[in-house]
């Protein structure tokens, strides 16, 4: 049953130009941050090095375990995150345009399925981006790490597994507000708006022991700001693991995401 679900939202999608614009810009903007960033980061800190009392270490992004952490802090970040949010929205509110999801029912698919089809897609592209990620580290961490056994190309590889439940975590919360909002100009706004400005100014003024429970603030905590030679020699260290509580947190956001969308789905008349 799941591959035929699946095999319905491949078919879904195969002639959707704007899913794979969306998809190719994203894919050529994380790539462009991961080839570009490195160099940027050299010049910066040589310019600086030039003008230090102090020496500053060499730093590099890409050597070995180190470039897992920090390729999925960068393409963990917000911006990137919205890419596939805004895809899961724009297939669920299509669902409702078209009239494609009354459709399915009707040839015999249950309204959970077709909530576990989406969930099903959601997977995919979250497996997808991890996938396109890890290929890109090990591009460059083979180039830049002079040597290197196995064991050191995948100690911290485990941030791959984070990464994957920060996609997945936050296109499912793309995919609750889909369902529920139908239309896409208004479920993109919301989506936008709710991540962006309205939680982190409920975070601000949220109790300590609230602010590791909301949705969007637990999900980016999962990755945090990765420790380098710079920051160790200014006696800054960062989390440098990835928090049990903050994956606990998402992974129960998400089952309350889908069970919030299957609700939905068999309350409304489609």
Request: aromatic share 16%; charged share 10%; with cysteine.
């Amino acid at each position: 049953m799941i591959k035929r679900l699946l095999q319905i939202e491949m078919r879904k999608i195969g002639s959707y130009r704007l899913f794979w614009a969306l998809l190719a810009v994203l894919a050529a903007g994380l790539a462009g941050a991961f080839w570009g960033v490195e160099s940027f980061l050299q010049e910066v800190t040589s310019d600086a090095r030039q003008n230090s009392p102090i020496p500053i270490p060499t730093i590099s992004l890409y050597t070995f375990p180190g470039i897992w952490h920090n390729l999925t802090y960068i393409a963990g970040s917000r911006l990137f995150l919205l890419f596939p949010a805004f895809v899961i929205v724009l297939l669920v509110t299509n669902e409702f345009t078209f009239r494609t999801l009354r459709q399915n029912v009707i040839d015999g698919m249950s309204r959970d399925q077709v909530v576990l089809s989406k969930i099903l897609f959601v997977t995919f592209l979250s497996l997808g981006l991890t996938l396109f990620v890890a290929i890109n580290g090990l591009l460059l961490g083979m180039i830049h790490t002079p040597v290197a056994d196995w064991y050191q190309v995948f100690n911290k590889s485990w941030f791959l597994a984070a990464f994957f439940l920060e996609v997945f975590g936050f296109s499912m919360l793309a995919l609750m507000i889909g369902f529920l909002v139908q239309k896409s100009i208004f479920a993109l706004g919301i989506l936008f708006v709710y991540s962006v400005i309205a939680e982190p100014i409920a975070v601000h003024y949220s109790p300590e022991w609230l602010k590791p429970l909301l949705p969007v603030n637990a999900i980016s905590h999962l990755i945090e700001l990765p420790n380098s030679g710079l920051m160790r020699l200014f006696g800054i260290s960062f989390k440098e693991y990835i928090s049990p509580q903050d994956a606990i947190v998402t992974l129960l956001w998400c089952l309350f995401f889908a069970f919030l969308a299957a609700w939905i789905t068999r309350k409304r008349n489609l």
